[in-house]
């Protein structure tokens, strides 16, 4: 009796399981399939991590990352570690070691740092200090500090500024070119992808060699010449919104061939027709019933492009062609690894292109782990 009972109440949920999968959205099976990816979750935890230190990184991170919050008595400082014991004893709270500025026979009377092992100097949380402004709202809370002096979790670069506190709001910038470029390349290949795709013939070939025009442009020369042209007396967030609205620009042909693909398949079908019968014109059908029919691999090609945005910004700072200082990107802070000093002396200044490759190896497994989850037929090549 009890077998039966099992075997009924297992009928049951696979009844009900079998009604779930045929009566979900789309969305849902995408998100369903997403799940069952353990490097894709893996990934999207982590740049969901990145995404929140970014947007709260005036609050997370300690000093101000420009020379307003730099530490002059503790250039190019190696990373402060907190810990718990040393020679003196244990404690209950973490602390690090304060630093002594003073000069040296040995190096010519110039300015030398030390670490003071008898001067602790305790970690504590929710201390203020410099202001910002998260969200419109200033505030000057942030999340931890120490009771006297500066703490560097990262180390400090020639200038004194804390590179813990300009790897966060550098993950942010970084974030927010991406973001704004893809915005702009999303929206400029819906409207000549969706045009090119519906109407096809003439104008389909026209946008097409435009396309192909953009697509042959080099990066590196066409950026040494903005360069050129960009004036010093443009503010840092000039130039960050200059840089974001090109980067946009010439990363739209690719989503754009993939919307033509599509409306060329989708404009003949069943439904398009009876929307032209009911009178219905070419943008209302474009942006009510083709773009929606396959929305959601937009959005998996938003998030498989966003790296190479964020790759692209990078590397044109890198070079010098992009953002500079004081505005805080990865590819600011990867410009400072450039020279042998660095490597030799100074190997904290790497700590950033770890966050760097964690950033775009997350975008690239949770936009490959949603390209396979959006394929209706992926379970299938398995």
């Given at each position: ?13 696979d ?5 779930a ?31 929140l ?36 004893g ?20 110039r ?11 305790y970690?504590q ?6 202001d910002?402004?998260l ?11 120490v ?5 560097h979790?990262?180390?400090?670069d020639?200038?004194?500024k ?6 966060l ?23 000549i992808?969706?045009v ?8 389909d070939?026209v ?6 025009a953009f ?19 443009w ?26 693909t599509?409306?060329l398949v ?8 009876a ?18 029919s ?10 498989i ?6 790759l692209?910004?990078t ?14 990107s990865?590819g600011v ?6 020279s042998?000093d660095?490597?030799?002396?100074y190997q ?9 490759i ?6 690239v497994?949770?936009?490959d782990?949603?390209?396979?989850a959006?394929d ?6 398995k």
């Amino acid at each position: 009796m009890s077998d039966m009972t099992d075997q009924a109440s297992q009928a049951s949920i696979d009844q009900r399981r079998k009604e779930a999968y045929f009566t979900a959205s789309q969305r849902q099976l995408i998100w369903a399939r997403f799940k069952k990816q353990r490097a894709a979750m893996v990934a999207a935890t982590i740049l969901m991590a990145l995404v929140l230190m970014g947007v709260f990184a005036p609050f997370l991170s300690p000093y101000d990352p420009t020379i307003k919050g730099r530490d002059k008595d503790y250039t190019n400082g190696a990373p402060q570690i907190p810990q718990f014991c040393d020679h003196n004893g244990c404690s209950m709270r973490p602390f690090i070691y304060g630093v002594k500025r003073e000069r040296s026979i040995q190096t010519n009377f110039r300015w030398v740092t030390s670490i003071d092992t008898e001067d602790r100097r305790y970690v504590q949380w929710f201390v203020r200090g410099d202001d910002y402004r998260l969200f419109g709202i200033k505030g000057n809370i942030h999340l931890f500090g120490v009771d006297k002096g500066f703490i560097h979790l990262f180390g400090t670069d020639d200038t004194g500024k804390d590179i813990f506190s300009r790897t966060l709001h550098a993950i942010y910038t970084s974030l927010a070119v991406g973001t704004l470029g893809v915005l702009i390349s999303f929206v400029l290949a819906l409207i000549i992808g969706g045009v090119a795709g519906y109407y096809g013939g003439w104008i389909d070939g026209v946008i097409q060699m435009i396309t192909d025009a953009f697509r042959t442009i080099p990066i590196i020369p066409l950026f040494m010449a903005i360069a050129a042209f960009i004036p010093d007396t443009w503010s840092s967030e000039t130039r960050f919104f200059f840089i974001s609205i090109i980067i946009g620009f010439i990363n739209w042909p690719t989503l754009a061939r993939r919307v033509r693909t599509h409306l060329l398949v989708e404009r003949t079908q069943e439904y398009v027709l009876a929307a032209q019968l009911c009178g219905a014109g070419p943008g209302h059908i474009i942006r009510r019933h083709l773009l929606p029919s396959f929305t959601s691999y937009i959005i998996v090609d938003l998030v498989i492009s966003f790296p190479y945005i964020v790759l692209s910004e990078t590397a044109l700072s890198f070079i010098g062609l992009g953002l500079k200082d004081p505005v805080n990107s990865l590819g600011v802070l990867l410009q400072n690894t450039t020279s042998a000093d660095v490597l030799l002396n100074y190997q904290w200044y790497f700590i950033p292109v770890f966050f760097f490759i964690a950033l775009v190896m997350a975008f690239v497994f949770v936009g490959d782990g949603l390209r396979d989850a959006a394929d209706p037929y992926g379970g299938q090549k398995k």
